[in-house]
């Protein structure tokens, strides 16, 4: 059974500035939402080289930079619930790789649960 969550003011903000470019982190590695819900967020990253080590005839989207974005799109899902003065931060976060990140379009979706 799927749970009901109350948008917060973040979220409507969030609605309101699609299509705007996020400062910060956002901005400098060139993340962009591409798809938002009340507790749901879809992020989209196109890793080249510059993000990535050289492993024998490929390369490999550096592990740290993947869950940066991983926690950011959890972020957002929970930021969709907060209003205007309310923050959080992320207490806890591993993450376990099952294969490697090659350089291209990735998909990170968080959700809250």
Do not use: C, K
Not at 66 to 75: I, K, P, Q, Y
């Amino acid at each position: 059974m799927a749970q009901e969550f109350t948008p917060g003011e973040r979220y409507e903000e969030a609605v309101r500035r699609r299509g705007e470019r996020f400062p910060g982190i956002w901005t400098h590695l060139g993340w962009s939402v591409a798809d938002l819900e009340i507790g749901r967020a879809v992020l989209e990253w196109v890793p080249d080289t510059d993000h990535s080590f050289g492993a024998g005839d490929g390369w490999i989207v550096h592990g740290g930079m993947v869950t940066a974005l991983l926690d950011t799109a959890m972020g957002q899902s929970t930021w969709t619930l907060l209003n205007m003065d309310e923050v959080f931060l992320t207490a806890d976060l591993r993450t376990e790789f099952y294969r490697v990140t090659t350089p291209g379009l990735i998909r990170a979706t968080g959700w809250v649960v």
